[in-house]
């Protein structure tokens, strides 16, 4: 009822008597309210089945949806999933973001933020490790890598461990010399590449030929060049 | 008199220059075995590469960056030379056909097959101070589809192989290297 | 022939002793054969000069084994095609001796000159395919060296230029020069036959006519279909270099021909090669 029918009705209960007015107002709006809420109940009555059903959905889609979020904290549990720690990390957030309320999710979530934090402090404990390691024990780290490349069990595995080598240079441009002999103070060298170019040939050809014979680090510990001899 | 000591003296000096040049020019053995040696690495890693593209399993993408790599291997413009032993007349390839041709190949198992022998040949001088010589190599290709169709042949590969002394100047020093590039190769079928 | 299996069992002992080469993909097995095979002109002259060992290792100047005369004889007699060319074992015999001699051995020289490659190739001329011989030189430039074009057999010129021996008919008579050579008008109206009237020594110049149809695109390039080198490096023997791509151990780049010739029979040699006088 909006504000002009109020008006209308007061209008015309004024029109009738001025003393009954007020009863007769309040009488009028009981039956008009009686008739909407009689109204109003046959309309409930459809809503009611619309909505059970809905819920059927609902509940439908959230089973569902709490199965795939299993699935995937399950997966972000298996210690050969792919994914890098940040990516598994954006996962769980996404998870968590969802506000399930099931059980069984609520602990596999306890779960996966344990494991993930786990990673998370040996990743660092590593990266204080290989920011505070040797210049000696980054060129291992690094030979260690060039093996892993060469020798990949997959494409995806070659890949990651070319990541993982490159984090150890100032950039995938960095510049890589090899010397294919040496007498004397003459090198002679190959034509120069990338390091970035360098790994991707490792992994094409399976084959770590060239030994470490020189790197030169920046002021941050990191490669800037490297020289590489025939083994 | 005077003058003729002078003539004498410019001879001289320009012989000198002369030797001086041709020693220059001169590679010892060791050097050239490296340079050999990195020529050979080159042809290996075109094998490689032929593999890679002509696996059926090699994805598509895959396949097209490996044929980019596989490229950068060669002068511009090389070309293979192929010929059997039905059909002696020489085909001719630009290379990227030839690597085209190779992954579109309809096996769905390529197998190639290197023998363990090579010969590499001097190096030669020619007119623009690029170096060159000649790989042979023996490779067998096998080709299978799943209905048991087989094709098999042994070729013998004579790849031509350019080196040039080349110079760089990176962080203001300035390093010396050889340039290796695979040039023309012909391919012949033999009976092997 | 005792002595060439010999050389063989060495050459296939040391296939099988050859180790420690890098590995790439799947070797194959029997590889003697390919060992044993003379692979490229360039293995030719270091197998003939003893520049490599049976391993096919290079020989560099300053070691002993560089063109060692003993080794040299082992290998000369395996640088024949001993199955088909039918080569006079005396012949082959007395270049060898010759060649090994402890006085004054013989060696080629890649750079020495007096070699040159007939080409075989296939073109198409006015459409039509036709053989042309390419006579290729091997020219000392202030850098380097190249292979240049030195000359061209092709059969179509041939018969182009094909002159009557002893001509009655057609020529300019005598005084045509009273006439201001006004009979020119009537010779070249006939076009088959104009060569008669040119000098006894004309020659044409099939060279100067195979770049002038070419450049016309009268001539278009097909293939090369066979290479042959003819050898005249050597004092009084001249020698026939072919690839032979057979099975067995006798292949790969062969004397096909050796022929004891002083330097006038070189002459009429060359001369026969490059189609002059026949």
């Known amino acids: 009822m909006n504000k002009y029918q109020i008006k209308n009705l007061k209008n015309m209960s004024f029109q009738h008597t001025r003393t009954k007015s007020f009863l007769n107002v309040s009488n009028f709006l009981l039956m008009a309210l009686i008739v909407m809420v009689s109204l109003a109940g046959v309309g409930c009555k459809s809503q009611k089945k619309l909505a059970k059903e809905k819920e059927k959905q609902e509940a439908e889609a959230k089973a569902a949806r709490i199965e795939k979020v299993k699935q995937e904290l399950n997966a972000l549990l298996d210690d050969n999933n792919s994914m890098s720690l940040s990516e598994k990390e954006r996962a769980l957030q996404r998870i968590k973001d969802m506000n399930l309320d099931d059980v069984e999710v609520k602990a596999l979530i306890r779960q996966v933020e344990n494991k993930l934090a786990d990673e998370r402090a040996a990743l660092e404990k590593e990266n204080d490790r290989v920011s505070a390691d040797s210049p000696d024990a980054k060129i291992q780290r690094l030979g260690n890598y060039f093996n892993a490349v060469a020798n990949a069990s997959s494409t995806s595995a070659a890949n990651n461990s070319i990541q993982e080598a490159l984090s150890l240079f100032t950039s995938p441009d960095a510049l890589v010399l090899i010397i294919i002999s040496k007498s004397g103070s003459t090198k002679d060298y190959d034509r120069p590449t990338t390091i970035q170019k360098y790994l991707n040939y490792l992994k094409d050809q399976r084959k770590n030929i060239n030994a470490i014979d020189n790197v030169v680090f920046d002021t941050n510990g990191k490669i800037k060049e490297l020289e590489l001899i025939k083994k | ?192 | 022939m005792k002595r060439l299996t010999g050389v063989f069992l060495l050459l296939i002992g040391f296939v099988i002793s050859s180790k420690g080469q890098q590995t790439i993909g799947t070797y194959l097995g029997d590889e003697s054969a390919l060992y044993a095979a003379t692979k490229q002109v360039n293995q030719f002259f270091r197998r003939f000069n003893s520049e490599e060992d049976l391993k096919g290792n290079r020989i560099y100047k300053g070691s002993k084994h560089f063109r060692n005369p003993k080794t040299r004889r082992k290998y000369l007699k395996v640088l024949f095609d001993n199955e088909t060319s039918q080569i006079n074992a005396d012949a082959k015999n007395g270049f060898i001796a010759q060649v090994t001699n402890g006085a004054s051995p013989f060696f080629l020289d890649f750079h020495g000159g007096e070699w040159f490659a007939e080409v075989r190739t296939k073109f198409l001329y006015h459409g039509k395919e036709e053989t042309a011989i390419l006579f290729m030189e091997l020219q000392e430039e202030k850098v380097g060296s190249k292979w240049v074009i030195k000359n061209v057999y092709f059969e179509p010129f041939v018969k182009l230029f094909e002159k009557e021996k002893e001509n009655k008919e057609k020529f300019l008579h005598p005084l045509s020069h009273e006439l201001a050579f006004m009979n020119l008008q009537r010779i070249f109206s006939d076009k088959s036959e104009v060569e008669e009237y040119t000098a006894n020594d004309f020659r044409p110049d099939h060279l100067s006519l195979f770049l002038f149809e070419i450049k016309r695109s009268s001539l278009e390039f097909k293939s090369v279909t066979d290479l042959t080198f003819h050898f005249f490096q050597a004092d009084n023997w001249y020698f026939e270099l072919k690839e032979f791509n057979r099975s067995g151990y006798n292949t790969g780049w062969l004397i096909a021909n050796l022929v004891k010739a002083n330097e006038q029979e070189k002459d009429l040699l060359r001369k026969y090669i490059y189609f002059e006088n026949r």
């Open chain 2, 1 to 192: 008199m005077k003058s003729l000591y002078k003539i004498l003296f410019v001879i001289l000096l320009s012989s000198s220059i002369q030797v001086n040049l041709f020693a220059q020019d001169e590679v010892s053995p060791e050097r050239k075995q490296a340079i050999d040696s990195l020529a050979l690495e080159k042809v290996k890693d075109l094998g490689k590469y032929i593999s890679i593209i002509g696996n059926k399993d090699t994805e598509f993408s895959e396949a097209n960056r490996v044929i980019e790599r596989a490229l950068e291997l060669f002068a511009d413009g090389s070309q293979m030379g192929v010929s059997s032993l039905s059909r002696p007349d020489v085909k001719y390839y630009g290379v990227r056909e030839y690597f085209e041709r190779l992954m579109a190949l309809n096996y769905d198992r390529v197998t190639i097959q290197w023998f363990n022998i090579q010969y590499i040949s001097d190096l030669e001088r020619q007119p623009d101070g690029k170096y060159v010589g000649v790989i042979t190599i023996y490779q067998r290709f096998q080709g299978e589809s799943d209905d048991g169709l087989k094709y098999m042949d042994t070729t013998k590969k004579d790849i031509t192989i350019y080196v040039e002394r080349k110079e760089t100047q990176i962080g203001g020093r300035i390093i010396g290297f050889w340039d290796v590039l695979l040039g023309d190769i012909r391919v012949t079928e033999t009976t092997t």
